[in-house]
């Protein structure tokens, strides 16, 4: 009881792993227009067939194999504020506005309503400091200099966000690394 790797099995999906259809996507490449038919192929080489109809595009697809899927999402609009209009899916499941539908057990809905997670909100609080250090490091040359063309002002404001970060990193492992040691009955301040 309670061995290694007897913990949780699996847990939420996440985003990442999931096929998704983005709306702002298609709304840049002009493809929501009325009687526009077009196919949206994903890296693992699925796809699925869309039809433009005014105010819904009806999505076509085989999920596992099986018989044909077709039913329709509904757009909905939002004006911009300097003009314009952006353009939404309303959740097949749920009617909230969305930019993304996810595919899950053959059907698409919001990341709501099929219960998924972002990568980072998979992470505990170590691995999220952890993440979010090596995302900003990234963004910083390696040398700790400037990197071209960015204002000075970013690179000081990114340069005390990366100190914050590692001084939390410090203290999140001094309180594990003391708690551990307790466990092992060593005194630590």
């Known amino acids: 009881m309670g061995g290694f790797n007897s913990g949780r099995y699996g847990g939420k999906q996440q985003c990442e792993h999931?096929?998704?259809?983005?709306?702002?996507?298609?709304?840049?490449?002009?493809?929501?227009?009325?009687?526009s038919?077009?196919?949206w192929t994903w890296l693992n080489k699925s796809d699925i067939l869309i039809l433009a109809?005014?105010?819904?595009?009806?999505?076509?697809?085989?999920?596992?194999?099986?018989?044909?899927?077709?039913?329709?999402?509904?757009?909905?609009?939002?004006?911009?504020?300097?003009?314009g209009q952006r353009v939404w899916f309303a959740c097949p499941h749920?009617?909230?506005?969305?930019?993304?539908?996810?595919?899950k057990?053959?059907?698409?809905?919001?990341?709501?309503?099929?219960r998924l997670?972002?990568?980072?909100?998979?992470?505990?609080?170590?691995?999220?400091?952890?993440?979010?250090?090596s995302r900003l490091q990234n963004r910083l040359a390696e040398d700790d200099c400037k990197p071209k063309a960015m204002h000075w002002r970013t690179f000081e404001r990114l340069h005390d966000r990366l100190e914050d970060i590692n001084i939390k990193?410090?203290?999140?492992?001094?309180l594990r690394a003391g708690a551990f040691?307790?466990?092992?009955?060593i005194d630590w301040e």
Request: proline residues 3%; aromatic residues 12%.
């Open 169 to 174: 990193i410090d203290r999140e492992f001094n």
């Open 105 to 114: 057990r053959g059907r698409f809905a919001c990341r709501t309503c099929h």
């Open 117 to 133: 997670r972002y990568h980072s909100q998979a992470l505990d609080p170590m691995a999220r400091l952890q993440w979010a250090y």
């Open 94 to 103: 749920c009617q909230q506005r969305t930019a993304k539908l996810f595919m």
């Open 18 to 35: 999931s096929l998704a259809l983005d709306v702002r996507i298609m709304a840049r490449k002009g493809l929501l227009k009325a009687g």
């Open 181 to 185: 040691l307790r466990r092992c009955g």
């Open 53 to 83: 109809s005014g105010d819904y595009l009806t999505l076509q697809y085989a999920f596992n194999g099986g018989a044909l899927c077709s039913y329709p999402v509904h757009l909905t609009q939002t004006p911009c504020y300097y003009g």
């Open 37 to 39: 038919r077009f196919t």
